[in-house]
């Protein structure tokens, strides 16, 4: 290797390696057999900067506290100080900091990456990866960002001007500094102003990054016809729907009333009740009342804030938001108790065995635009770890449903793709009703009886994966685009060693079981 790195200093008495968890010692044993090279190569050899620690010991209190369900980087660099497995491990007095775990988990993809890639050949040789049946779903994550913190885009660019001004009003400061006495500035320290600096910088990308994901946001909704005017428009068609129904039932009643009449007037009374006048009718009431909400959420969207640009014209295009201390994050629908999470949503596709082939973030607020990026990147690992068995089945649930998805004629490497058209408990009990023309190949590969006895297996492979993965903590750790997907890649590749080591050391059974 060639490389120093901060190992083992001390020797551990032997009665104080027998307190240790076992599991650890196995760990150890597994992180010697992957590829670290990703880590080592992201490490600066230029000389600046302190010695690294070893990635595979950094590798293994990454892992071994996942394990524990203990992700938070500070409680982890707590661990690495107390508990008896991680000092055996080090056996040095000075561990990792939370900054270096952070650091570690969040900036290092290309090694986290790499590590997955050899794991899938691990498991690819322990025969626990079969990719003839795959199964993907979503779950969403909440990250570490202030739901008050999000803006429009033309907010986010106030801000950013206000930003670069006090950028230019410090850097000023800073040469004024440089080119005068520098006794007192010395003696007062120079690091607050050079830290300063490194902050705004930070925010200013961050700012950057939101006034895009707004804008790119804004973008996606008008195309969709959302927005003031689309909101007009969908409101213009409710009420013009309401109008003309209500104007059909009006008809059709006063006739009855004038029928009944002249029948009266004849001499010859039908039998029954008088038929009502419209304006006493129930149905008609009930029309009504719908006509005169659609009227004023109509009215509302006509004045609400932002539709209107002061002249009585309204302004097209959403006011789509984005966080400035998240910008990729999004407002998405929660999971069990939680109705709403400001996070992202995790994508996973799983094999028979519960082995996670790839897991991405995905920008989308919905499951269905991550499905097809993801078979992509499962192809790429499957390739990268040699593992030459061609594709069978890829199952999904109703969230992935969609003509993108069902217009694609093989899923990316190969495979035939089994989509739900619809709800869960239909597509698993009961076959399907009326469906569009869109979706009629893909029903027609479910309602066989092959398709459906596969279907079936798809909750079981994918479901509790994710009671594993999220059982103590659904949120993510780090921020930004590059760390968060760094930090999936961690989590996947810590729940991989674990499956892994459990199917090639399972416990020992009961006699008579």
């Known amino acids: 290797m060639g490389r120093p790195f901060r190992g083992p200093e001390l020797v551990v008495p032997s009665l104080v390696v027998q307190w ?21 190569e992201s490490y600066r050899g230029d000389g600046v900067g302190g010695v690294p620690y070893d990635p595979r010991l950094m590798l293994v209190t990454v892992w071994w506290c996942f394990q524990q369900q203990i992700r938070s980087p500070q409680v982890m660099a707590r661990q690495c100080r107390e508990q008896v497995s991680l000092r055996v491990v080090w056996q040095r007095a000075r561990v990792p900091s939370a900054a ?14 790499r590590v997955a890639v050899s794991l899938l050949a691990l498991g690819e040789q322990a025969g626990v990866v079969d990719v003839s049946l795959t199964a993907t ?29 006090e950028l230019c009003v410090l850097r000023d400061q800073i040469s004024a500094l440089a080119d005068a006495d520098v006794t007192g500035f010395v003696e007062a320290g120079c690091g607050p102003l050079h830290r300063a600096e490194q902050l705004l910088l930070i925010r200013l990308a961050r700012l950057h990054t939101a006034e895009d994901r707004a804008r790119q946001r804004g973008t996606e909704l008008a195309e969709r016809g959302e927005g003031p005017l689309g909101s007009l428009r969908r409101w213009q068609a409710r009420v013009d729907k309401h109008q003309t129904e209500l104007d059909a039932m009006i008809e059709v009643q006063q006739h009855a009333v004038n029928v009944y009449n002249d029948k009266v007037a004849a001499g010859r009374k039908p039998r029954g009740p008088a038929p009502r006048p419209p304006e006493q009718h129930p149905g008609i009431r009930s029309k009504t009342q719908a006509l005169h909400r659609a009227q004023a959420r109509l009215a509302a969207a006509q004045t609400t804030d932002g539709g209107d640009d002061g002249a009585g014209k309204v302004r097209d295009g959403p006011r789509a938001r984005a966080n400035i201390t998240d910008p990729d994050s999004r407002i998405l629908k929660g999971k069990n108790t939680v109705r709403w999470v400001f996070g992202r949503l995790l994508t996973i596709t799983v094999v028979t065995s519960q082995f996670i082939l790839a897991g991405l973030l995905s920008p989308a607020g919905n499951d269905h635009p991550g499905l097809l990026p993801n078979l992509h990147a499962t192809t ?41 058209v619809t709800n869960e408990h239909d597509q698993t009990r009961h076959p399907p009703g009326t469906i569009t023309e869109a979706r009629h190949q893909m029903a027609t590969r479910l309602t066989t009886d092959e398709g459906h006895a596969l279907y079936l297996r798809r909750s079981p492979m994918v479901e509790p994966v994710f009671a594993h993965l999220l059982r103590l903590d659904r949120h993510l750790h780090t921020r930004g685009d590059t760390a968060q997907h760094s930090e999936t890649l961690a989590i996947i590749t810590a729940y991989n060693a674990s499956k892994y080591l459990h199917t090639r050391h399972k416990p020992p059974t009961r006699p008579g079981t």
Request: charged share 20%; proline share 7%; net charge negative.
């Open 380 to 420: 790429v690992n499957c390739h990268d770890a040699g593992i030459t068995q061609p594709f069978g089945h890829h199952l999904a649930d109703t969230g992935f449903a969609c003509n993108e998805v069902f217009t694609t004629p093989t899923a990316p490497g190969g495979g035939t793709l089994l989509v739900a």
């Open 100 to 113: 270096a775990l952070r650091r570690f988990i969040g900036g290092r993809r290309l090694g986290w990456q």
């Open 20 to 40: 240790a968890d076992p599991e650890i010692f196995r760990l150890v044993d597994l992180a010697g057999r992957v590829d670290v090279s990703g880590f080592e």
């Open 137 to 165: 779903d979503s779950t969403p994550v909440a990250a570490p960002a202030a739901l008050s913190k999000t803006r429009t885009a033309p907010q986010i660019t106030v801000m950013i001007a206000e930003v670069e001004h």
